[in-house]
């Protein structure tokens, strides 16, 4: 229930972020069409935004280091694994260790995958209204903010993953899930608040 919450969260987050670049091309080819002068002849279009790994890289980074985990780990494996425990750490309920890591592993691909392509939609459709001679937010700050954040809960999802492996195979909890997921989500607040902040006051700052 908690992983499912927290998937629709950062979904919700995406879309929200996703909505926010088109208001911010939007808002910018309205800019640019009210400041322009009239030209006699027609401009050329300006080249498409070329989609860059960095826009994904804390996802596809988090991800492969799940992938790699799981290939060292599951082979020692028992076949019938501890996913949930109680607030003293004690096992309280099993499945088998195909289900729980692909339960755990399958989260992240669809959340990389959907990184991928709302950044990927938001470069065909920032190409067609970039901005050119004029200080402001750039979409490429927009795009790496908001394709990483997806990292948040992959690394509380990574972290579970870690976690059942290791009790399940020597008996020690690395630390509860939810203390881990507050640190996560309080330090990536701070990040991204601190992020979206420059990226505000740099665009207040253009339009004096």
Known sequence: MFIAILIVAVVLLL???GGAVVWFVSRQKSARRSQAPVRQSTPSPAPALAFRWGYIMLPVLVLLLS??????????????V???FTMDGSADRWLGRGVVTTALLLPQFI???LAAVLTWGATRLGGRFQQSGRPGIKLESVLVLMGNMVALPQIILGFALLDIFS???????????????????????????????????????SQR
């Open 15 to 17: 879309l929200l972020a």
């Open 67 to 80: 992938v790699i985990i799981t290939v060292y780990f599951y082979p020692r494996l028992p076949d019938a």
């Open 82 to 84: 501890a996913y949930r």
């Open 111 to 113: 959340l990389t995958l």
């Open 167 to 205: 009790y399940n195979l020597y008996r020690i909890h690395l630390l509860p899930l939810w203390v881990f997921a507050l640190i996560v989500m309080v330090l990536g607040g701070i990040v991204l608040g601190v992020l979206f902040s420059r990226l505000m006051l740099r665009a207040w700052g």
